[in-house]
């Protein structure tokens, strides 16, 4: 019999697969992996991000931020800029067009996580975030106690 630890991450990752393969099939409409979406989620259109912030935000490695901001830059979403408090550094910005299309990105997105999450009524709702965000708190705890092990 497998341990209920076993069946509780079997769940969450039966669940996440459910939503990615439906924010896959929103962001489809605008030509956006969600890695991309989840990159231009974290720009503006002034300052942006630093390639290294973004790779440590989405747990990325430097080698995948490059090739998503290569993509994105090459259809026009994102540019990138030197960094003014680093001249060996570069920022990466939101283009005009790129704010556009994560807007409507975004209204998509939201719609559809509504519709999806539907399926539990508001209290329940409130309830999973609230377990979520403890599990999430967790789990960073831990990796954290990990890494100063490895340390």
Not at 119 to 146: F, I, M, N, S
């Amino acid at each position: 019999m497998r341990s209920l630890a076993t069946q509780q991450y079997r769940m969450l990752h039966a669940v996440y697969v459910l939503i990615d393969d439906g924010d896959r099939r929103v962001l489809r409409r605008f030509s956006l992996s969600t890695s991309q979406y989840a990159v231009l989620m974290l720009l503006d259109s002034d300052e942006g991000c630093r390639l290294t912030d973004l790779s440590e935000r989405l747990l990325f490695d430097k080698s995948t931020i490059t090739r998503l901001i290569d993509r994105l830059e090459q259809a026009e979403l994102v540019r990138r800029i030197a960094d003014p408090a680093d001249r060996r550094a570069q920022r990466v910005v939101l283009t005009a067009q790129g704010l556009a299309q994560r807007n409507q990105a975004s209204s998509a997105h939201k719609h559809s996580l509504e519709r999806r999450l539907a399926v539990l009524d508001a209290d329940e709702q409130r309830q999973l975030y609230t377990l979520l965000h403890k599990l999430r708190g967790g789990l960073q705890a831990d990796l954290a106690v990990t890494e100063e092990r490895a340390a």
